[in-house]
């Protein structure tokens, strides 16, 4: 913070990262996040079961169908849709608060979430100059069935599933303000990272004081 009042120096930006399982996009970010700092992980509701080492609260919030239901009903999403067979949802508190605190908000979401925050944007200019929306794509499709085999997190079906929807996913990669190709992973975070830095010091996100 560099002036008088208690605001921060800026509106914090709200990330939105879509691409095909398996693109690489918790590795990037991952890589890129600890060097970053002022910049916080939305952490989503799902319905599909953990994996083997992930964290309840850190890596997803996983609830029941009945307990996602009733946060639709409650409408406690931002965005909410069904990716591969299960629920996945953003909490608008995981959102608000953070940006007005100048915090950056990184979401790994899906293409049809990322739709509805682009239509989000029409109703308010304000949330429309804090969204950035990233597309994270493989190298080609081989290599994308290779690392999605070889993290061996999903089961033949989920695999073949996910795999089905990348092409269309891919197909929604010229919606997006910016696309990072994952080849290498060092130079892929490098590219996120260095686009964060400069989205940050862009002059729209500076407070005039
Ligand atoms: P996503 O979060 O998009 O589903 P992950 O980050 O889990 O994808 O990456 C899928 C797999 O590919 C992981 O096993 C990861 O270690 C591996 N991976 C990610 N980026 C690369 C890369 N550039 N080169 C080789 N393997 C990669
Ligand atoms: P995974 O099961 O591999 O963790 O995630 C599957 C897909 O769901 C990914 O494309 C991921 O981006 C997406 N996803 C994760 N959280 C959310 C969310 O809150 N909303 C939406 N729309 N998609 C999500």
Do not use: W
């Not at 700092?37 to 319905?47: A, M, N, P, R």
């Not at 169908?65 to 995981?94: I, M, P, Q, W």
């Not at 069935?145 to 089961?155: D, F, V």
């Amino acid at each position: 913070m560099n002036n008088t009042s208690d605001a921060p120096d800026r509106t914090g930006m709200i990330l939105i990262l879509s691409g095909p399982s398996g693109s690489g996009k918790s590795s990037i970010y991952k890589a890129a996040i600890g060097g970053l700092g002022g910049i916080e992980f939305s952490v989503s509701c799902t319905t599909r079961q953990p994996r083997p080492g992930e964290v309840d609260g850190r890596d997803y919030y996983f609830i029941s169908r009945e307990k996602f239901d009733s946060l639709v009903a409650e409408n406690a999403f931002a965005e909410h849709a069904e990716v591969h067979g299960n629920c996945y949802g953003t909490l608008k508190s995981e959102l608000l608060g953070r940006i007005q605190r100048g915090i950056d908000v990184l979401l790994d979401i899906d293409v049809q979430g990322a739709a509805q925050l682009r239509a989000l944007c029409s109703d308010s200019t304000e949330f429309c100059e804090a969204c950035e929306f990233i597309f994270i794509m493989p190298p080609s499709f081989e290599e994308l069935e290779r690392r999605l085999r070889a993290r061996g997190t999903e089961t033949e079906e989920s695999i073949l599933r996910r795999l089905a929807n990348a092409k269309g996913e891919m197909d929604h990669a010229h919606e997006y303000d910016h696309i990072i190709v994952n080849d290498d992973l060092a130079h892929a975070a490098k590219e996120f990272t260095d686009l964060i830095l400069g989205l940050r010091n862009h002059p729209k996100r500076r407070r005039i004081v």
